[in-house]
């Protein structure tokens, strides 16, 4: 069961990212000069529309709010995901109307999300880390 669920969001996660980039490119080339910026970006959001109703899955089904460490995996998703979220909207803000707004403003979502991202890769190593030590000796 585990398996399919994986392979279904796999297959998900390529139609969307797949069709997100055949736009964009039909964008750039301005054969969709008329189509906004907004309506581009679409299949990233219905993506992460998607990975938000997995976060809530977790929280309501698994009840993963109970374990301290599911908890702050919880919490480092949803940030990541309102921080991914924050700079599409900044980039369609920036692309579509505003280019007056500097660019260090629209990638500090982003940053912040990189920022997440190492911390978990992070704490991953070092847990990893800590029970290898602990087998060896």
């Known amino acids: 069961m585990t398996d399919g669920c994986l392979n279904c969001r796999l297959l998900l996660s390529f139609i969307c990212i797949l069709n997100f980039l055949i736009s964009i490119t039909l964008k750039i080339n301005q054969t969709w000069l008329h189509v906004s910026w907004f309506l581009i970006f679409i299949p ?5 529309l998607i990975s938000l109703c997995i976060i809530g899955y977790l929280i309501l089904i698994k009840k993963w709010l109970e374990k301290k460490e599911k908890c702050l995996k919880i919490i480092y998703y949803l940030l990541n995901l309102l921080s991914s979220c924050a700079f599409e909207i900044l980039l369609c803000i920036k692309l ?8 260090w403003i629209v990638f500090l979502p982003l940053w912040i999300l990189m920022f997440f991202i190492f911390s978990i890769i992070i704490q991953q190593m070092y847990r990893t880390c800590q029970t290898t030590t602990e087998k060896t000796m």
């Open 44 to 48: 990233i959001w219905i993506f992460n």
């Open 96 to 103: 579509q109307y505003r280019q007056d707004i500097p660019y």
